[in-house]
């Protein structure tokens, strides 16, 4: 029998992995999800890009889904044709575009313009500024109408269009920019499966992302991922998580905006949220950075690796990594073989997936875990599960079975949204009758080497009792 990873991978795709080859060689490598970053490049690229991906889908060469990771409203330092050398304890000026024609500089001061036109009414004397993510911090030491003076706290250049984040502050950027939307409906079109929200800071971002999917009529299972990336999702985490279907914990701007020695906590303190409300979630960000240049991974990345799979997460994720650099390939393949050996050191207790739902709901998901542990108490070999919505298989990821759980649906949609999920290994059968879907499922098995004869499995499946549903528990020994 194969030996699974339970953690999947997600791979950014660009430049050096956009071909159909390359793809397939990602998928090869055990890649589960490509991600579309749209920050970057034009619809004509991403055009060819998803059709890569639809093309191998379609033939069966591969089984991706797609997320797509849209720009969102971000704050900028301005375009520019000479870089700015700031020494420490250098003083100068922060601006915006609208304001860098009225600014009073007779002492010639460097000055830095931002493309954030609130900056100089949000922050106040004392606030902390970050230029180009943490590699330059500045303190405000005076406040103009027009202008922030301000002190280089280390010595750094900054070029062109350099992130600014501004910690602990609250900011009045607009939600869903107009570029956002074009983002949206193209991905909508090019037919996504996770949406990839950033900077999001409440609940209602979720909903208005929602509410503007439904007016595209976009398809309903479309997945919001919220990235966690500031201090104001932090403080509301709680509704975030319970709106989104997923969470990233996108730890690249999130390092800018939290003291960097608490990062690691805040991490496991989402993961244990996450895992508690019943969502999936995403470690991101600098995982294999150093492969862009090496061949191998630095002792720090493994841990980094390790530290992700004994907090369960459902994904880790791959940026420029397999976008755009030299080993793109070889990092999949190390990101594997580092999930696949970690793995094998989690104890999966099941003590996860506390939240309450509605009846019904309440009655399906504890009939899951009993499933579960039936499985593991009769040192079963796999579990099965029948599913033509999201429910069952997201519930049955939740609980983190110690046992590879094989999930068969009825539409390639709802694959693909399955692909994100711990553990699941998924298929596309025929809906037929229990007992075809069941023979079915094991001949797939057995013809992937996932199943031997005379192993014992655990089946879950729905029987339709007019006008109900009723789920299902089935000991099988497979002959």
Not at 174 to 185: F, S, Y
Not at 289 to 312: G, K, S, Y
Not at 411 to 439: A, P, Q, R, Y
Request: glycine share 0%; proline share 3%.
């Amino acid at each position: 029998m194969k030996q699974l990873k339970k953690t999947k991978i997600i791979a950014t795709i660009g430049p050096s992995t956009d071909t159909m080859e390359k793809i397939q060689e990602l998928y090869n490598a055990w890649a589960n999800v490509v991600r579309v970053n749209y920050s970057h490049s034009n619809y004509s690229y991403f055009e060819k890009l998803i059709g890569n991906v639809t093309k191998l889908n379609n033939k069966w060469k591969t089984n991706l889904s797609i997320l797509t990771d849209t720009k969102w409203p971000e704050i900028r330092t301005k375009a520019i044709d000479n870089k700015v050398e700031l020494e420490k304890d250098e003083i100068f000026i922060l601006t915006t575009i609208a304001n860098e024609a009225n600014i009073t500089n007779s002492d010639n001061k460097k000055v830095i313009v931002c493309d954030y036109e609130y900056i100089t009414t949000d922050l106040e004397v004392w606030n902390i500024v970050d230029i180009d993510t943490w590699l330059l911090k500045a303190l405000i030491i005076e406040k103009k109408p027009w202008e922030l003076i301000c002190e280089a706290l280390n010595k750094h250049t900054i070029w062109s269009k350099r992130h600014i984040n501004l910690p602990w502050i609250k900011i009045h950027l607009p939600w869903i920019t107009d570029t956002d939307k074009e983002d949206i409906k193209f991905a909508v079109k090019q037919w996504t499966d996770f949406i990839a929200l950033s900077f999001v800071r409440n609940k209602w971002n979720i909903n208005e992302l929602r509410t503007y999917l439904e007016k595209l009529d976009a398809p309903k299972d479309i997945q919001i991922i919220s990235k966690i990336e500031n201090q104001e999702a932090l403080d509301n985490l709680d509704e975030i998580i319970l709106e989104s279907d997923g969470i990233m914990i996108a730890r690249w701007d999130l390092w800018a905006e939290v003291p960097y020695e608490s990062l690691p906590v805040i991490q496991k303190m989402i993961a244990d949220k996450c895992k508690e409300a019943w969502k999936f979630f995403i470690v991101a960000t600098q995982i294999l950075e150093t492969m862009t240049e090496n061949p191998i991974p630095t002792r720090a990345e493994v841990t980094d690796i390790f530290n992700a799979v004994m907090q369960e997460a459902d994904c880790t994720m791959l940026s420029w990594e397999t976008a755009a650099w030299k080993y793109p390939i070889e990092t999949v393949t190390t990101m594997k073989s580092i999930l696949k050996y970690s793995e094998t050191q989690v104890k999966y207790k099941h003590k996860w997936f506390k939240r309450d739902l509605w009846w019904e709901e309440e009655n399906n998901k504890l009939l899951i875990k009993n499933a579960i542990f039936t499985a593991e108490s009769l040192k079963a070999k796999a579990i099965i599960l029948f599913s033509s919505h999201w429910f069952t298989a997201r519930s049955a990821a939740a609980f983190r079975s110690k046992l590879p759980i094989f999930t068969f649906t009825y539409s390639d949609s709802t694959l693909k949204k399955l692909n994100i999920l711990f553990w699941l290994k998924s298929f596309v059968i025929d809906k037929k009758t229990k007992v075809e879907n069941i023979n079915t499922a094991i001949e797939l098995l057995k013809e992937n080497e996932l199943l031997d004869d005379w192993n014992q499995i655990v089946a879950i499946y729905w029987i339709n009792k007019d006008p109900d549903i009723t789920p299902s528990i089935q000991v099988i020994n497979v002959k």
